[in-house]
């Protein structure tokens, strides 16, 4: 599986930009996506998480009520829309997939480059 993302950029506090992140490879094995991001001096952190069917997403507290992850399995694509952002949102965002081989229950996981997100006050 391979994952490039897109769409970071400079903004505003309080303006907001959509994540894109491109699956490419074996995309039916995919069981679940997330994005992550790692700001300066800190660990990485879990922003957003999506099963494979789009039906289940968990946010992390931080970010819940401004940001809205979503997929388009037609397009193998995952997507974090980003609304009123913060300063603290800072941070390179990751795109991950999580992958689970049933032939022997192997776990795998992939990550994209990161893109830079950077929110000025």
């Known amino acids: 599986v391979q994952l490039v993302e897109s769409g970071g950029g400079l903004v505003q506090a309080g303006g907001s930009l959509r994540l894109s992140c491109a699956a490419s490879?074996?995309?039916?094995?995919?069981?679940?996506m997330g994005w992550y991001r790692r700001a300066p001096g800190k660990q990485r952190e879990l922003v957003a998480g999506i099963t494979s069917d789009g039906d289940v997403t968990n946010y992390a507290d931080s970010v819940k009520g401004r940001f809205t992850i979503s997929k388009d399995n037609a397009k193998n694509t995952m997507y974090l829309q980003m609304n009123s952002l913060k300063p603290e949102d800072t941070a390179v965002y990751y795109c991950n997939a999580y992958v689970v081989d049933y032939s022997d229950y192997s776990k795998y996981e992939f990550w994209g480059q990161g893109t830079q997100v950077t929110v000025s006050s």
């Open positions: 490879g074996s995309t039916l094995s995919i069981n679940a």
